[in-house]
């Protein structure tokens, strides 16, 4: 399977038990998600890697008998030609101190990630990750001259087990196509977003 472009990236917080956190204060939003979308924002890249490693092979009568398989560590290197500050700050776990600044604390919380892009048949694929940690672990700036010096938000996600043990088969990832008949995209939100109740209203719905 060959895909093409970014469609989307959307993010959700989820709680302890992995159910989204649907308040704007506690969590990014009223619905509990977040779809990077608006003026001048969005997902300029999104690559998934750690999915599987070679498995070590076992040897027995002189020959290979047996391989054995590690677990997955999907890692997603992220970025944004721009994100909502504030929503930023909130999935990488920085608290507001009420007076402008944002400083980081620990434990960091529990992020939901969904990646959409398409097949070249423009079928759409999605990769949903229900529990993960999200790292900004620098930021560039460089002067600004007679050209504009931009600086795009980069990210790293990196996954983890789902927080409910039916969840993806208790693994860190899951992939869909709109092409299969047993497809529902609001099925698909629900388990990647803990719980999440499709609003018609809602931009994610698409």
């Known amino acids: 399977m060959s895909t093409h472009g970014v469609k989307d990236v959307t993010f959700g917080l ?3 038990t992995g159910t989204i956190i649907a308040d704007a204060t506690k969590g990014i939003s009223t619905t509990g998600i977040y779809l990077v979308d608006g003026d001048a924002e969005g997902a300029t890249q999104a690559n998934v890697t750690g999915l599987e490693a070679a ?3 076992g040897y027995a009568n002189d020959g290979p008998k047996r391989v054995s398989n590690g677990s997955m560590e999907p890692q997603v290197a992220l970025e944004f030609l721009d994100i909502n500050f504030d929503i930023l700050q909130k999935l990488k776990g920085f608290v507001n101190d009420g007076k402008g600044g944002w400083t980081r604390q620990l434990p ?6 969904l990646v959409h892009s398409r097949s ?16 900004e672990a620098g930021m560039n700036h460089g002067t600004d001259n007679n050209a504009e010096t931009d600086a795009n938000t980069t990210l790293t996600y990196q996954g983890l087990d789902p927080l409910k043990a039916d969840t993806f088969g208790g693994q860190p990832y899951k992939i869909w ?8 995209k609001a099925v698909m939100m629900a388990e990647v977003f803990g719980g999440y109740k499709t609003a018609s209203s809602d ?3 698409g």
């Open 177 to 184: 196509t709109s092409a299969d008949t047993g497809f529902d």
């Open 14 to 16: 989820v709680d302890s």
């Open 203 to 205: 931009p994610a719905n």
């Open 55 to 57: 498995g070590t092979v």
């Open 108 to 113: 960091k919380p529990h992020v939901a990630m």
């Open 120 to 135: 070249y048949g423009g079928v759409d694929i999605y990769e949903g990750f229900a529990n993960g940690q999200l790292i």
